[in-house]
């Protein structure tokens, strides 16, 4: 089994920053089945949307590249020795606002949210304007 945890969501202003982390635990990385770490973000009445993702063996990473893409203003990073997957967000704007949260799995399309097997309860970020 895999518990993920997420933290640092909360209110900001346009422009400012923060930091989430998600705390891995259990069989993280150890078996195929969770080789992927993905962020997703999920606002009121739109569908879960992929953010970013990384590979916990290599440290690879991809980002979402659809209108108005967080490439260029969000990196994901993880630390193997502490079992986290940190999303460093900059320059945040309004649109940004949305439960982020941390996803683990295996799978062929780490943009779909059938690539992951285990998700995070998610932490609210807040953007004003």
């Known amino acids: 089994q895999v518990q993920l945890v997420e933290s640092g969501g909360g209110l900001v202003q346009a422009g400012g920053s923060l930091r989430l982390s998600c705390a891995a635990s259990?069989?993280?990385?150890?078996?195929?089945?969770?080789?992927?770490m993905g962020w997703f973000r999920q606002a009121p009445g739109k569908e879960r949307e992929f953010v970013a993702a990384?590979?916990?063996?290599?440290?690879?990473?991809?980002?979402?590249d659809y209108t108005d893409s967080v490439k260029g203003r969000f990196t994901i990073s993880r630390d193997v020795s502490k079992n986290t997957v940190d999303l460093q967000m900059r320059s945040l704007k309004p649109e940004d606002t949305a439960v982020y949260l941390c996803?683990?799995?295996?799978?062929?399309?780490?943009?779909?949210?059938?690539?992951?097997?285990?998700w995070g309860q998610g932490t609210q970020v807040t953007v004003s304007s």
């Open positions: 996803a683990s799995g295996i799978g062929a399309d780490v943009r779909s949210t059938d690539h992951y097997s285990y």
């Open positions: 990384t590979w916990w063996i290599s440290g690879s990473t991809y980002y979402a």
């Open positions: 259990g069989r993280i990385g150890r078996t195929f089945s969770t080789q992927t």
